[in-house]
Nanobody, 116 residues
Framework: QVQLVESGGGLVQAGGSLRLSCAASGSIFSFNARAWYRQAPGKQRELIAT???????YYKDSVKGRFTISRDNAKNTVYLQMNSLKPEDTAVYYC??????????WGQGTQVTVSS
């Protein structure tokens, strides 16, 4: 079973940047895509970016042009580069192993706080 460990969260001022990493160990056959979700206090968890095994990407409109998802298959790691951060980006960010709408595994989450 795959295990996902996120890192790279922290406190940053508005307009700043952070890069999140999600390292995977083990494997889940067919859950080869990766996704980043986030959950702000009092809100539902939302999908913000995905990357397929073939590197096709998807972004939620609110992060498009500011966030970039990428993967290094040799390192079994997925990244989320976040630029031009806004206070409304404050949330716990989760990495997931996915296949279509199905989630095979979640990471433990990493806190991102953007101060104004």
């Amino acid at each position: 079973q795959v295990q996902l460990v996120e890192s790279g969260g922290g406190l940053v001022q508005a307009g700043g940047s952070l890069r999140l990493s999600c390292a995977a160990s083990g494997s889940i056959f067919s859950f080869n895509a990766r996704a980043w979700y986030r959950q702000a206090p009092g809100k539902q968890r939302e999908l913000i970016a995905t990357i397929a095994g073939g590197s096709r990407t998807y972004y939620k409109d609110s992060v498009k042009g500011r966030f970039t998802i990428s993967r290094d298959n040799a390192k079994n790691t997925v990244y989320l580069q976040m630029n031009s951060l806004k206070p409304e980006d404050t949330a716990v960010y989760y990495c997931a192993a996915t296949e279509g709408p199905r989630v095979g595994a979640w990471g433990q989450g990493t806190q991102v706080t953007v101060s104004s």
